[in-house]
Every structure is written in C-alpha cells, then in structure tokens.
C-alpha cells in the first residue's frame, strides 16, 4: 500500500483540540469535558492562548458548544456500550481523543476514525511519538469524502449489520443539503438499534441577538479561508430530513437542554452558543 503523505490538521480541527484545552485551563471546574490531550498532540507552541481565535471573551459560547457536544456524545457512546453496542464511528474524527482518554470504555468496542488521509496519516505519528499507541481495537480509516467513505469503512472491519454509535460534529454546514440528506439515508440503513449524534446550525434568525455580531464574524472568517458556511438547518427541518432518510425515530437536543445538563449553577455564567443544536436518530 503507498505510503499517506502527512499533512498538518485542518485549522478548525487544531482550534477545537485548542478550545477544549482551554476549557481546562481557564475555566473553573467542575469541567465538562477533561481533554488536553488534543492539546499535546496538536503542539501548538508556548504562546497559543495569545492566538485571536481563544480570546477568552469572544469565544466562550464557542468554547462551551465544543466541550458540550462533545461530553453528550461521549455520555451517548457510555450509554450505548452498556447495552451491547460495540461500534462507535466518528466521521471528520479530526483530533478526537475519545480512545485515549476512555481508554477503559474504547477497549469494549471498535473505534473507527474517519478522515482525511493526510491529516490522519499526521494523527497516527503524533500518536507513536506521543506513546499512546494504535491499539488493535482503535482503527484509523483514510478516506475522500467527496469519492465516498462508506466501502473504505467496511474494509477497516465495520459490520453494517451490526449495531453503531455515528458521530459526526461541525460538518453539516459545510456540505449541501443534498449530500446530508444522502449522509442520512446511507446511515438510517444500519442495522436497528444504530444511533447518529450529528451536530447542524440554525438559521441566522434563530440566533439569540447577542451572539449574532459572532455569528457573523465567524461565517466572515470561514468563508476567508475558503470553508464558507453553506447549509443551515431548522430544528423540524432536520429531523424531517432524518425521517424521510428512513430513521425510525428522531431527538432535537437544544442547546438549552446542553446548558441544562452540563452547565446549570455555574457562577461564570459559561453556556453553549444558539447557533449550533445537535440531532439524535436512531434506525
């Protein structure tokens, strides 16, 4: 097989591993999400706080939404092993530490990480360097998600016939709503009992009106660098799609219930921005 090229993360993955980093160093506890190891992977260099992207300011509400979704996937997944599920699947897997931090939970069941493959190819590196391993329940899947990832998925092991957790965090917006509503169907035809955690985000109007001036500089900045933001989202509307996609049942989980779960009584006020809400559906 030829060797994959290593090609540095894509720099939305690198300031998500950031902001959960800084969950922990900045924000008291009790933390929602314990992860620096995205941190360490990721090397980022002594003066990385100073980047303008973790301005403690502007950016809690985008820090928090990070860490909540992640902490309700991963209670999701801890959830879903209990009863016998024994794959978990994370498409864009970016620097997703799921497998070294849960160690103890990830051993239970098939880990596939799919993304890229020079971003991957990087991951897979830093982490023989970094001493965690590749542990044979751990699979790294290379793919191109514009050529399709489905059949290299099921090279790595996947069993389709067999149950799944399918998580798949900040990618819907940057896909047409044509090819989510081809993602959804592809999924809703796993085995009964598979579950997809999938974060959307809303319209513009549903914004609460504080957050809007960071709505629109974050669109501004994706769209410089060439990651415009190209889909958007309705509660009802997603849940219809997943529903026309063949899902039996579908879970509109707010960012209001988030700050209900993970945030209530905090005293800084920390709390997950409106512009990004998650769906559950399950086949």
């Known amino acids: ?120 190819e990087w991951k897979r590196q830093r982490l023989l360097e970094l001493g965690y391993g590749l542990p044979e329940w751990l699979r790294l899947v290379p793919v191109d998600f514009e050529a399709g990832w489905w059949d290299r998925l099921v090279e790595a092991g996947f069993d389709p016939e067999r149950p799944a957790v399918v998580a798949s965090t900040g990618v819907s917006m940057y896909l047409t709503k044509d090819a989510t509503a081809g993602t959804l169907r592809h999924l809703a035809a796993l085995a009964p009992g598979a579950t997809l955690a999938m974060t959307f985000i809303v319209p513009f109007e549903l914004v609460e009106p504080d957050e809007r001036p960071q709505r629109e500089r974050t669109e501004d900045a994706a769209r410089a660098a060439g990651t415009p933001f190209i889909s958007f989202f309705t509660p009802s509307e997603i849940a219809a799609s997943a529903r026309e996609a063949g899902f039996a049942a579908t879970e509109h989980v707010s960012a209001a219930a988030l700050t209900r779960r993970y945030f209530a009584d905090r005293a800084d006020g920390l709390r997950p921005s409106s512009s990004e809400e998650l769906l559950v559906a399950t086949t």
């Open 1 to 120: 097989m030829p060797v994959e090229q290593t090609v540095a993360p894509e720099s939305t993955a690198l300031r998500v591993a950031l902001w959960r980093a800084l969950h922990v160093q900045v924000d008291p506890p009790p933390h929602v999400l314990d992860d620096e190891i995205g941190l360490r992977l990721a090397a980022p260099g002594y003066d990385w706080r100073e980047r303008p992207d973790m301005d403690l300011r502007t950016t809690s509400r985008s820090r928090a939404t990070v860490v909540a979704r992640a902490r309700f996937i991963e209670d999701l997944v801890v959830r879903q092993a209990a009863r016998g599920v024994d794959q978990y699947v994370i498409l864009g897997a970016g620097l997703d530490t799921f497998a070294q931090r849960r160690p103890e939970v990830a051993a239970q069941l098939t880990v596939f990480e799919v993304d890229q493959p020079g971003p991957q």
